[in-house]
């Protein structure tokens, strides 16, 4: 950290020098006397990067008690600390001030010949002037993937211009840092995912000396949803923090064999839950022990695969779709850097292009971790999962009726998002060019109207993703600076840091600091709906986390109650598929009839209560055609939902409430060469 000059006299107390060295030691030097404004702080680092933004940031709610503001649901504040620590050159801050903090990597002198990684992601040699502070001659730039973008000050202007929630996504792949050449740390993901969540509390302790001291500064870190409603109404921006990696746990898979069990889900999401994490991702990149992963295309996707085989020992499996959604096609683009790490012999796979979707769906261990999830009011991140996976954990939050369900970067099949909003969830675009942002959100705005809610984005700076590149000087309805943010209280102009002064128009979204002038992109483009929507965003992510905090499993009255069915499979003296096993509360029994079309399963729920969901666990051998009855008597029957075209998995049944003792499933017409098998049969009042 650099302090500002004094003077140097022979005379100087021995109280001056202790007051010198505490100012050294608690917090930032002063650059500026502290002013009447809250969002002003009485120290800042000097030299720092400006904010250029001038006015007072909005506070309290609108008309309907409504928080305003914009939400980020997908950011990587410290991937600098990931994949081994040297992927990312600089850092969110320094203590020793932003010389130090927006340095390139020594690897990359004199001009980036050994930027490896760079030249893999952006094209080209890699070379660039490796120069940050002060002169940023090549980056941070829109295309440049391996600099650091979420400089304190710059997530500091996006929140003076209007964004008040942040999700922080922990973030490492430990195959990259075992591959890549430089690195000064373990790759254990854990580990990074540990000192990333602990780098997030320092940044927030950083903001608060500026300020005065603890809880004073606008960077909060929260941990439910009315501690981040309070933040927001105080004008502040509310900080939560995700995790999105490839082995949480530990849970990968080497040749299909789970690498962790139970105890290891329960024993991680109890940590991550301790550190403040609220929403996570199951699977990123590489198919592990709780999913399979919806694939990268063209070379990259060709590397991905690459560096899964090198870590799990299988490549990626294809089969035909079944449904409208499919994954992203994986291409046969070469990756001669990545294949060249393959060993003698072995080579990337061909895929069939009808065969858009990954074999590997949501595991009994990904299901378990999903419920554990909803245990612990956590919110599902369901990008970057298999559409087979994704409907599977889709079917099971339906089945409680659990809202906490969030896409936050365009990385789930768009089929989805009317389920997503049917369960109350949340959604956000990748930061796309203000164009296709545009027509994405033309697109889906219909649902949004449909159910009442806001708009988010995600930038996913830091993510190694690419951003929105210029639009030219002379591009038509193009950022005029100055402009005004969204609620008209403050002032934005041209974003400066050291000697270099970034223009969207020319520079695209270099960094974290230009989200307000992408949004004003945005209102150019497309108009002030779009951004009304957008505005709504901190709200409906709030209520998202709410409703999850909030949600209570409804009572099962079927678990535990009696049960007869028309037959029962034999298989041996050793294994039971009695019809109890249906209604024993674990997916590990199951009840099984025999092979044959008309069966049926009875439960007796002890007494005659308010019926009105049904759900059914189906087994492989499942129901094409079935229907649930009702009665109250156990001899006289009233059909309240029938289907002739069943596909197995978890069906979700509603219906208008209705007074009923005894509840049957009757079979007449197998999906399969068996019986009808039911691992759990659960009975709700709805």
Known sequence: MTSRPYDRRKGVTVVSLL???????????????????????????????????????????????EVRGFADAHDHLFANEAFG?????????????????????PEHYPDGSLAVFDFITKGGDGRHDPVGWPTFK????????????????WVERAWRGGQRVLVNDLVTNGVICSVYFFKDRSCDEMTSIRLQAKMTYDLQAYVDRMYGGPGKGWFRIVTDSAQARDVIEQGKLAVVLGVETSEPFGCKQILDVAQCDKADIDAGLDELYALGVRSMFLCHKFDNALCGVRFDSGSLGTAINVGQFLSTGTFWKTEKCTGPQHDNPIGSAAAPGAEAKLPAGVSVPSYDSDAQCNVRGLTDLGEYAVRGMMKRKMMLEIDHMSVKAVGRALDILESESYPGVISSHSWMDLNWTGRVYGLGGFIAQYMNGSEGFVAEA????????????????GTDMNGVGGWP???GADAPNKVTYPFRSVDGGSLIDRQTTGERTWDLNTDGAAHYG?????????????GQSVVNDLFRGAESYLDTWGATERHQAAVNLAKGASATASSTEWWNPFTS??????????????WASEWSDDQWLRIDLGSTHRVGQVTLDWERAYG?????????????WRTVWSTTAGDGGLDTVRFAGTPARYVRVAGTERGTKWGYSLHEVGVHSG
């Open 514 to 526: 230009l989200v307000p002038d992408w949004i004003e992109d945005i209102r150019l483009v497309g």
């Open 469 to 471: 590149g210029p639009r």
């Open 19 to 65: 007051l010198l060295v505490l100012a050294v030691v608690l917090g930032p030097a002063p650059a500026t006397a502290a002013g009447n404004e809250w969002w002003v702080p009485g120290a800042r680092p000097a030299p720092d990067s400006g904010i250029n933004v001038t006015g007072a940031p909005f506070t309290g709610t609108d008309a309907k008690g």
């Open 577 to 590: 598929f009695a019809p109890s096993r249906a209604v024993d509360g674990t997916r590990d029994t199951r």
């Open 138 to 153: 090549d980056w941070p730039a829109h295309d440049s993937l391996t600099h650091q973008q979420n400089y304190y000050a």
């Open 442 to 457: 033309d697109r889906t705005k219909a649902l949004r109207d449909k159910y009442g809610v806001g708009y988010g984005y």
């Open 624 to 636: 094409k055609s079935y229907s649930v009855q009702l009665s109250t008597d156990g001899a006289n």
């Open 85 to 105: 620590g040297r992927l990312i050159c600089g850092k969110v801050f320094s203590e020793a001030g932003i010389a130090d903090a927006l340095k390139d990597c």
